[in-house]
Structures are given as structure tokens and as C-alpha cells.
């Protein structure tokens, strides 16, 4: 079905699919082979052990692809639009884009490097990722704001600010637990020491993956009008 959809609206469409998918499947697997207790593990638990750690580590470098992908061509469209509309600062969309990438490099980093082998390495990409991925999905709310109405309507532009809004809120209850949890393991059990800490982050953690998930969802329908020449020109039928 993805391949029929219009324009460029498959790369962000598959971009959704895919990294659900990487996060639902490898869950299913840690928790059928009794790895990880099936109440809120962090995300990296469900890939730290093989067989899922494959899985894991695969599907987590291919999203990370996609969304690199995703960020170049809506940095593309953007600075098209800029161009006729003049809403923004060329050199803010060069820096959003750049902030992305780096989300895109701490999600290779924590697909990579296993959190129990080198739990420093993956913690920092981990905190790259997410940290990155919130300042993207903001400044994307805000430019979304700038440009409309003639680039996005008004029901997508809360739509996007509110999941900023949220993954905002999320991020720092899930980065101030962490850092309060003492050691590094993957097998919680309700009721020891720091498993509040632990909840409480790996709930914030799960919410700011999926308000990711659900923002680039709402760059489909901007990708519909967009094809990408082989020249690497980029032709929007506005």
C-alpha cells in the first residue's frame, strides 16, 4: 500500500510502520523469552538480549535512515515554500535540519551499543536521540505556525504543537529518573530499589518514542504534492 501513496508520502508513512514495528516486535520477543517483565521496560531492554538485540539493532538503523531521510526532504519542502512565502529565517530551517541528523546519529549510536556492554556509550545516544528529537519536533511546531495558512492548516498545526507539548513535559521526568537510578539492568522487579525510578522513566520514555512516531505521522499529507526528480531537484505541485 505504501508504494501507491502519493508522491513522497511513503518515506514518512514507512517511516511510522517500520519504527513501530521495530519497538513492537522486539518488545514481543524480550517478553516471550522472559528477558524483560512485560510492565513498561525501557525501550534499549527490549533489545539488549539476542535473539531480539539483532532485531533490534536492524530495524532501529533503518528508522534512524528513514528519519534522516524524512528530515532532508522536509527541510526540501520548507525551503521551497520559504521561497515564495519568505515566514522564516533559511539559516533556522539549516539548523532544525541539523538537529534532526543528530537525533538520527544518537539513534545509531543506541542501536550499536548494547546497553548493558557499554551502558555509557548507549545511555549518551540515547540521550541525544531524544533530546535532539524534541527540539526538532518543537521547532518544526513553530515553523509549522509560521507558515500557516497557506502551508499547513490550523487543525494540523495544534495537532504537531501539542505532541511537542507533551513530548516537552515527558522528556524530563524520563531524563531526571534515570539519572536517580543507581544501576544498570534490565530484569525490574516491582517493589525493589529504584523500580520507581525506573517506571516512572521508561513510561516518559515510551511517550516521547511514540509522540515522535505520531509527528512524522502528520508529515504525510505535506509530502503528498512532492516528487523527487533524479537530479536530486526537488518539484512541488503546489
Known amino acids: 500500500m505504501l508504494c501507491f ?111 548493558l556492554s557499554v551502558p555509557s556509550v548507549h545511555d549518551g545516544g540515547a540521550l541525544v536521540a531524544f533530546g535532539s528529537g524534541v527540539v526538532y519536533i518543537t521547532i518544526q511546531s513553530v515553523i509549522s505556525f509560521k507558515s500557516c495558512p497557506q502551508w499547513n492548516s490550523h487543525c494540523t498545526c495544534y495537532i504537531r504543537i501539542a505532541i511537542s507539548i507533551v513530548s516537552c513535559i515527558a522528556v524530563i521526568p524520563m531524563i531526571a529518573c534515570a539519572s536517580l537510578i543507581s544501576i544498570t539492568k534490565i530484569d525490574w522487579i516491582p517493589g525493589e530499589k529504584d523500580y520507581t525510578y525506573h517506571f516512572v522513566s521508561a513510561i516518559c520514555e515510551w511517550t516521547v518514542a511514540f509522540s515522535f512516531i505520531i509527528f512524522f505521522l502528520t508529515f504525510i499529507r505535506d509530502f503528498q504534492g512532492v516528487t523527487l526528480r533524479i537530479s536530486t531537484e526537488m518539484h512541488e505541485d503546489f
Open 5 to 115: 501513496m502519493p508522491g513522497v508520502a511513503f518515506i514518512p508513512a514507512l517511516l511510522v510502520c517500520w519504527s513501530s514495528a521495530a519497538f513492537i516486535i522486539s518488545y514481543m520477543i524480550a517478553v516471550l523469552g522472559g528477558h524483560v517483565e512485560p510492565l513498561v521496560p525501557y525501550i534499549s531492554d527490549t533489545g539488549t538480549k539476542p535473539p531480539e538485540s539483532g532485531i533490534f539493532g536492524f530495524m532501529i538503523n533503518i528508522s534512524a535512515f528513514l528519519g534522516a531521510a524524512t528530515m532532508y526532504i522536509r527541510y526540501l519542502i520548507i525551503e521551497k515554500q520559504n521561497e515564495s512565502s519568505h515566514f522564516m529565517n533559511p539559516s533556522c530551517n539549516l539548523i532544525t535540519l541539523c538537529i534532526g541528523l543528530l537525533g538520527c546519529i544518537g539513534m545509531g549510536i543506541v542501536a550499536n551499543f548494547q546497553e
